[in-house]
């Protein structure tokens, strides 16, 4: 079993930036960051390959919110530019052992943290 323990997020105003964090607690062979505003359905933002470093970027987000790792620290990490209001959701941390089939959705990855929530204004 892989403990995820998410960190970084908070309110900013519209323009501003954050740096989330994942750290798993053992091995990982993929992370990755998920969204989900209230009501709606979770979905993908990026992910990443711990050791690989292959990355993949929901359409949306490769340009604002860029993904990388320290797979020393099995930490994996979100930058956040140029939050908007409607970038207000809460932010998973997901990791997995194999590799997910198919790897944007959500039923597909067995670790996931406790969300933190970033607020923009």
């Known amino acids: 079993h892989v403990q995820l323990v998410e960190s970084g997020g908070g309110s900013v105003q519209a323009g501003g930036s954050l740096y989330l964090s994942c750290v798993a607690s053992?091995?990982?062979?993929?992370m990755g960051w998920f969204r989900q505003a209230p009501g709606q359905e979770r979905e993908a933002v990026a992910t990443?390959?711990?050791?690989?470093?292959?990355?993949y970027y929901a359409d949306s987000a490769k340009v604002r919110f860029p993904i990388s790792r320290d797979s020393a620290k099995n930490t994996v990490y979100l930058r956040l530019d140029n939050l908007q209001p409607e970038d207000t959701v809460m932010y998973y941390c997901?990791?997995?052992?194999?590799?997910?089939?198919?790897?944007?959705?959500?039923?597909?990855?067995?670790?996931w943290g406790q969300g933190t929530q970033v607020t923009v204004s």
């Open positions: 997901a990791a997995a052992r194999g590799s997910p089939c198919p790897a944007l959705r959500v039923e597909s990855w067995p670790y």
């Open positions: 053992g091995y990982t062979y993929i």
């Open positions: 990443i390959y711990t050791y690989g470093g292959d990355t």
